[in-house]
């Protein structure tokens, strides 16, 4: 995961009516509102929402999860996966209810549809499905007469959430094609749902010849986006037209550094900080900043987080990380008129970042009062 913190903020609430909403066996939507009606931060298709789950045990859970639609004047919805064992998950999908409060970060995230006029290839396994579905919903919405390819890959229509919903925005464009893969179903099963048998691999997506003048957008396991990347650019696509979302943490890179064995993430050792509170999203991981720790990575290495650095190689053979400074504590009203929350500033590299000075601008991160609300 990448070692940095998140602001949240106050909190999202449920519409009135159902909590959750079961999409398959499997996976629900929920659906986010403002209580009271005040406008929602705009977000874009295929960015995601962070959730801070209340906990009476520890520190409170935080997990992301990709709209799943077009946010509207209704709000945003995410569709989760619930996991066996999942403590976000079945919290979110099992035990929510209307009313419920959770804290919710601004949405965020760069996998997002691009302006153009050129051929758009949605391709997806499994649950990542979900950003690529946002995208979909957001070019109906413009009735826009782009090429499109829906390219999905599931194990049977049991484990294919908002199949029917996808077909019918396909439906409402005037120029798409359609094929999901299914590795796991009957011959009866894949004529109902006009499926391919078998997953979807790198062969089979070359063997569809998509247009190379395309741009595609990939969402799923890290192999299966491995093997995507790789059978888009044999057909012809350019590189920098392939943009993906890996749904899971990616290894961490120390360089420079002898691979250590370490633990599971925990809380710092020693006393409580006194600085504001910094969450490590994947790791679950909440504390307040120590007041010896002189960064947020060097926090993330007391907690034994494993953490991706961004370098500049112009200034060393071995790369060196952007620090992300110290947190620095400011106060903050929330939308609603509710009281001041404390929040912290988040930092993010500057153009200047890729220079040999290294240096980086900070930006507030945005905390506003919003309501979580099902049906």
Known sequence: MCACALCIGPGLGWWPGSAVEPEIATVSSI???????????????????????????????VRSYSLSRVPDADGYRISVKGEPHGTVSGYVTARLRPGAIL?????????????????????????????????????AARRSDREVWWIHGARGPR???????????????????EQVFYSAATAEQRRRAHAADGRLTKDKLIALSVPADATAYVCGPAPFMADMQQALTTAGVEPSRIHTELFGALPS???????????????????????????????????TFPDSSRSVLELAE?????????????????????????????????????????????????????????????????TYQVSLVGG
């Open 31 to 61: 659906r986010l509102a403002s209580p009271d009606g005040t406008p929602l931060p705009t977000a874009r298709a295929g960015q995601y929402l962070t959730l801070r789950i209340p906990s009476a045990t520890g520190p409170a859970p």
């Open 103 to 139: 804290d919710v970060a601004a949405p965020r995230g760069d996998f997002v549809l691009a302006e153009g006029s050129g051929p758009v290839l949605l391709i997806s396994a499994g649950i990542g499905l979900m950003p690529v579905l946002s995208m979909l919903h957001e070019l």
């Open 159 to 177: 484990e294919h959430p908002l199949a029917a919903e996808a077909h019918a925005l396909l439906a409402s464009l005037p120029n798409t094609r």
């Open 253 to 287: 890179i120390n360089p420079g550094l002898t691979t250590q064995s370490s633990g599971p993430p925990h809380l710092p050792l020693g006393p409580s900080g006194t600085g504001p509170l910094v969450t490590f999203a994947r790791s679950g991981i909440s504390t």
């Open 302 to 366: 007391a907690c034994d987080v494993p953490a991706r650095w961004s370098c500049c190689p112009a200034t060393s053979p071995t790369p060196r990380p952007h620090w992300i400074p110290r947190p620095t504590a400011r106060r903050s009203s929330a939308v609603r008129g509710r009281a001041p929350t404390s929040s912290w500033t988040c930092s993010r590299p500057s153009p200047r970042g890729e220079s040999r000075d290294c240096r980086q601008e900070e930006e507030p991160c945005p």
